[in-house]
């Protein structure tokens, strides 16, 4: 067999265009003559060609540079298999970081990300490793309900999904007590058929920190029937000493509760379905509540401009509309029509109902704008906003986040405060609910503008508009104050002291 595998035989060779020498090297090919058994060289060939359909040709020399480390790697060992297959993929890994060790190179490398937050990921060399032995990985047979990640269109029941966000798996690797594993699965499954699929994933998300805390503390445990009020009671104590927020706190526990409660129910496990008391949940710490200034506005928009032309137009929509980030991206192309002359839009709300409302004429052609944009682009879809590389999915809270973030950081945008800004969607609505109450609109109006089913929610854009409601009432109040003034002639000295105060 030919021990060099060209670049023009991988997919991403024709789209590569000029690639500059110094990118490609000295050779234009791989050598697969540096491992050192013939079925680990077809390994690597067959993942390289699958690679080659996944990524650029740049992306391939640099993957280059990774595996000629792996194959050095293997000469610190003469007794090895034959296979890729042959060793279990963490003894593979232990190889390579003693080379690592011996050569100076670090496990891991830190990286500032898009909110600012500094994080450790593995070594690039790791990464390829572990992404080669994943491939290389025969497939698993197993009915999907008995993996430990599940691939959510094999389970052949409707997922109730929020389509800005996309889940393709669930992961219960993190789960690291086998016994446990297997008793959250099936309450899992349970909740999938109910719930919507963010909510199940916080669910995992409480079992997998519950599964860390066990095994941090050696509590040997194999099942939820060894759960007792003891055991949560410590935990308990534990999540609320270890400086993380009471909201998710809260979050946390309920979403904990209710897997248990399933668990206790599905297994017979009695004990499970009492072992909460209402006390246990700690209360919410209620978020204060801000808008956008006019000036924070108009610096953000400013340079939103600078974006894709789609992407402002879609910030400058979902401004306009005062919708959630989730209703602007998921506005289907038919929601504009005509009535009585004006021009309404009807938007169905990812969260609760649909709702139809008026709107201005140039909001009404910039949607249409945005409408044929994208017909022009992939022909005719269902939202009006895409993703681009599945145009039948709306586009992903993610990517549009991503892109703001980026702008702000490289334009060095910052709030009325001096600090950068984060990405706020839902501040852009609050802005939106605080200028239709400074415009003295009624409750049941603002509701309805909002798309909110009652006036129940009003109460937290008045509060936030406090500061016009003292300026509007200034004059008023100082004409009493006035008033009450001229009352106090004759009342005694001791109320002299106020109007020495005033």
């Not at 000493?241 to 668990?263: F, P, Q, Y």
């Not at 801000?290 to 992407?311: C, F, G, M, P, W």
């Amino acid at each position: 067999m030919e021990n060099r595998l060209y670049y023009w035989e991988l997919a991403c060779y024709e789209t590569s265009g000029n690639l500059p020498q110094r990118a490609i090297g000295k050779s234009n090919f791989i050598d697969l003559s540096f491992l050192p058994k013939e079925t680990m060289r077809e390994e690597y060939r067959c993942y390289f060609l699958y690679r080659g359909g996944q990524v650029s040709l740049n992306t391939i020399c640099h993957d280059k540079t990774y595996y000629h480390q792996v194959c050095k790697a293997l000469q610190l060992r003469k007794n090895i298999p034959d296979s890729f297959l042959g060793w279990q993929p963490s003894k593979w890994i232990e190889l390579l970081k003693i080379w690592m060790l011996q050569n100076g190179i670090p496990f891991y490398k830190e990286k500032e990300t898009l909110y600012g937050t500094i994080c450790r990921t593995d070594a690039p060399v790791l990464q390829h490793l572990k992404r080669f032995l994943r491939f290389i990985q025969p497939e698993d047979m197993r009915p999907e309900r008995e993996k430990d990640i599940w691939a959510l269109k094999k389970l052949d029941i409707p997922i109730k999904e929020n389509p800005i966000y996309k889940t393709e798996t669930l992961d219960f690797t993190g789960i690291l007590q086998e016994g446990l594993r297997e008793e959250v699965k099936q309450a899992i499954f349970l909740h999938i058929k109910y719930e919507k699929i963010g909510t199940v994933k916080r669910e995992l998300t409480s079992i997998r920190k519950f599964s860390g805390y066990l095994m941090e503390k050696g509590v040997k445990i194999n099942s939820c029937a060894d759960v007792d009020r003891d055991l949560l009671e410590e935990y308990l104590v534990y999540i609320n000493t270890n400086g993380s927020s009471g909201r998710g706190n809260s979050d946390d526990i309920l979403k904990l509760r209710a897997v248990l409660e399933s668990i206790g129910k599905l297994y017979g496990y009695s004990h499970l379905e009492s072992l909460f008391i209402n006390t246990d949940i700690p209360p919410e710490v209620q978020p204060v509540f801000r808008s956008y200034s006019d000036e924070e506005l108009k610096r953000l928009n400013a340079h939103i401009t600078k974006l894709d032309v789609q992407i402002a137009r879609c910030m400058v929509i979902h401004q306009m509309l005062g919708t959630r980030i989730s209703d602007t991206l998921t506005l289907h192309t038919d929601c504009l029509s005509k009535r009585n002359g004006l021009d309404i839009i009807r938007i169905d709300q990812v969260k609760t109902r649909t709702f139809e409302k008026p709107i201005s004429a140039e909001l009404a052609a910039l949607i249409q704008k945005a409408i044929d944009c994208t017909y022009d682009q992939y022909g005719k879809t269902e939202y009006i906003f895409v993703d681009a590389k599945a145009p039948s999915r709306p586009l992903q809270y993610t990517t549009i986040k991503h892109k703001v973030l980026r702008l702000i950081k490289s334009e060095d945008l910052r709030d009325d405060d001096g600090k950068l800004f984060k990405f706020s969607s839902h501040m852009f609505r609050r802005s939106y609910g605080v200028k239709l109450t400074e415009m003295h609109l009624d409750d049941w109006t603002i509701a309805k503008l909002l798309g909110h089913k009652n006036i129940s929610a009003v109460k937290h854009y008045r509060k936030m508009s406090n500061q016009l409601l003292a300026e509007e009432t200034r004059k008023a109040r100082e004409q009493q104050t006035r008033i009450l003034l001229a009352n106090l002639d004759g009342w005694g000295e001791e109320y002299e002291q106020i109007r020495q105060d005033d």
